[in-house]
């Protein structure tokens, strides 16, 4: 068949679920993957026929994406700031809003002259924060924790695949438990924030497919994740040490003033691109 052909089967059998444009993008993405092929090549060479195993790849994603399975579970990998990570169904996918809480600790970080610091990722997930930060900090000292098993085993291999030396951990933070007694310069965290209520506003890819474990948190307890980690923080980091948290749009005002009441000053809420309250810098 040829390629062209399956674009148009593409749009006709998704339409009802995505735009053109991401259509488009779904179909580029797996054609370069599992054919090597560039957007380019189709433009300059429309009339490329494809054998049946060539199809077979296309076609089985194709299905997947009408089941609304994200693309990077399909493609087994996302990508994130300077980094591709291999991600499966245990791990989150890394968000855009996380890429920008990177950038406000490169930002922050990334010009003193000593950026030997030590640094700490809580929840760490695909480890996308922790090995970013290691790549774009070489002389840190970085470690990460996980509650998930799973998630970790996806962030030790990602660490090896981009030549990065994280120390990973099982710990539970909200136990307290199980970190050696290591002070920080720098904590940085986007734990799960998605109130249950919150749940009609999620798309249908992240609620059938991500792990609830990364995502929610009780509306009677929205800010337990923030709470544990801010009294941790204060026992682990160093005397001006920094904490970065990823925080829930729509309580900025509150996980803020919970910062300033305990243990923290100088609490900055920074907008994400969307112009939305997304994250917070806080000094011991
Ligand atoms: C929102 S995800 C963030 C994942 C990754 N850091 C990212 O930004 O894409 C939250 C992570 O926290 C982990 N987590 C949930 N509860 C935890 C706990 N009690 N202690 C440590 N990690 C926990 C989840 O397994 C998940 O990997």
Redesign the pocket.
């Known amino acids: 068949m040829l390629l062209k052909e399956i674009k148009t089967i593409f749009q006709n059998e998704l339409a009802a679920l995505y735009p053109k444009e991401e259509i488009d993008a779904f179909f580029y993405a797996m054609v370069e993957h599992y054919l090597g092929l560039e957007r380019f090549v189709l433009v300059v060479t429309p009339n490329i026929t494809l054998t049946k195993e060539e199809e077979q790849p296309l076609f089985e994603g194709l299905m997947r994406l009408r089941s609304e399975e994200p693309i990077q579970y399909i493609l087994g990998e996302a990508s994130?700031r300077d980094v591709i990570l291999k991600v499966n169904k245990?791990?989150?996918?890394?968000?855009p809003e996380?890429e920008e809480?990177v950038a406000w600790v490169v930002q922050e970080w990334g010009n003193r002259e000593d950026t030997s610091s030590v640094l700490l990722?809580?929840?760490?997930?695909?480890?996308?924060?922790?090995i970013a930060l290691a790549k774009a900090l070489p002389s840190a000292k970085v470690y990460?924790?996980?509650?998930?098993k799973k998630?970790l085993e996806v962030a030790m291999e990602n660490a090896t695949l981009n030549n990065v030396e994280v120390t990973f951990m099982l710990?539970?933070?909200?136990?307290f438990d199980a970190v050696p007694d290591v002070a920080f310069d720098i904590i940085i965290?986007?734990?799960?924030?998605v109130r249950t209520s919150e749940r009609p506003e999620i798309r249908n890819n992240v609620k059938k497919y991500e792990?609830e474990?990364?995502?929610f948190v009780s509306d009677e307890h929205p800010l337990l994740?923030y709470k544990?980690i801010a009294r941790f923080a204060n026992a682990h980091l160093k005397k001006e040490g920094s904490l970065f948290l990823?925080i829930n749009q729509y309580l900025g005002k509150e996980t803020k003033a919970f910062l300033e009441e305990h243990y923290f000053t100088k609490v900055e809420l920074k907008k994400d691109i969307f112009g939305k309250d997304r994250m917070l810098k806080a000094l011991k």
Do not use: K, M
């Not at 990722?121 to 922790?130: K, N, P, Y």
């Open positions: 994130f245990e791990v989150l996918i890394p968000r996380t809480l990722d809580i929840g760490t997930g695909s480890g996308c924060i922790a990460a924790l996980d509650v998930s998630a710990a539970d933070i909200l136990a965290s986007n734990p799960p924030y792990p474990q990364a995502l994740y544990a990823e």
